[in-house]
């Protein structure tokens, strides 16, 4: 079992809340998002991933929202940029 599969596996209790930081920015590369993942054990970071998703993926929109909401679900801190409009993506301000 991979690290990655302990995050994804553990209880709803165990989690703390978690942030998603978005911010919408021009992006070179004719890339369509940057995602890092922060990812965490006992409260303390073990480690960091970023993806690039690429604006001419068929399916970018549903890339974006399997890499970040899987990322969230698993207790990890998000932040995003993207060239998409927040709210294009059903993601709103609290």
């Known amino acids: 079992m991979s690290w990655l599969d302990k995050f994804r596996n553990r209880k709803p209790e165990d989690y ?6 978005y911010q919408q920015d021009k992006l070179q590369n004719e ?8 990812w965490f054990k006992d409260d303390k970071v073990c480690g960091v991933t970023e993806s690039k998703i690429d604006a001419y993926d068929m399916d970018v929109v549903m890339e974006f929202t399997d890499i970040v909401g899987n990322a969230l679900r698993a ?10 409009d927040p709210e294009n993506l059903g993601i709103y301000a609290t």
């Open 75 to 84: 207790g990890a801190d998000v932040s995003v940029v993207c060239i998409e």
């Open 31 to 38: 890339f369509y998002a940057v995602v890092r993942i922060s």
């Open 16 to 21: 703390r809340g978690r942030t998603l930081y």
